[in-house]
């Protein structure tokens, strides 16, 4: 069986998990609430790969051709 490490796929962006702190931070910066923000499910194989839980909030950065880095927020929940 092969098995591929997802995370170092070229169309899988970085995914990082914030702390509860810098979760909080972001949020007040934003100027918005934890359901608010896109929510990414938790049978997603990047979830899986990187062991985020249910309430953990995700800092997704992607390399762009337009915007040169974009960030954004999911937070892991059904």
Avoid at 10 to 36: K, S
Avoid at 40 to 50: E, G, R
Avoid at 56 to 62: G, N, P
Wanted: charged share 30%; proline share 6%; hydrophobic share 45%.
């Amino acid at each position: 069986m092969l098995k591929v490490d997802i995370l170092k796929h070229n169309l899988v962006p970085e995914h990082t998990i914030l702390t509860p702190e810098e979760a909080d931070a972001v949020l007040e910066e934003l100027d918005v609430r934890i359901d608010q923000i896109p929510k990414i499910l938790p049978t997603d194989p990047v979830v899986k790969a990187i062991d985020a839980k249910l309430g953990d909030v995700l800092k997704i950065t992607r390399k762009s051709m337009t915007a040169g880095v974009f960030t954004s927020y999911r937070v892991v929940r059904e």
